[in-house]
């Protein structure tokens, strides 16, 4: 079992910046990627971010890349996302993810194993 926590969400004006925190307990070995998905209501879970252990890749979806920065402590306990020049489309509740299996994807929901509870990001325009 791995228990994931999310911090650091909140209210930002556009072109603002926000920093989430996700903290993983438990079995952390049995880790091998984490990412972060974010989620509108009536809407899919949409990947955002991910980051594989084996040589700290980094992944990004289009609508983020080169505003986010996902990355990862030394301990791989925990992971970050750096969001600079928020939007109002970037709303949503943003979840932590951690996937064990080292099949190579990680862009869709299926691919984790664990989550975390969420937190809300709310950009104000």
């Known amino acids: 079992q791995v228990n994931l926590v999310e911090s650091g969400g909140g209210l930002v004006q556009a072109g603002g910046s926000l920093r989430l925190s996700c903290r993983a307990s438990?079995?952390?070995?049995?880790?091998?990627?984490m990412g972060w998905f974010r989620q509108v209501p009536g809407q899919e879970r949409e990947f955002v971010a991910a980051i594989v252990w084996s040589g700290l890749r980094t992944i990004y979806a289009d609508s983020v890349k080169g505003r986010f920065t996902i990355s990862t402590n030394n301990r791989r306990d925990a992971v970050y996302l750096q969001m600079n020049n928020l939007s109002a489309e970037d709303t949503a509740v943003y979840y932590c993810a951690a996937g064990g299996l080292r099949t190579g994807r990680v862009r869709a929901v299926e691919d984790y194993s664990y989550w975390g509870q969420g937190t809300q990001v709310t950009v104000s325009s």
């Open positions: 438990g079995r952390t070995a049995s880790i091998h990627a």
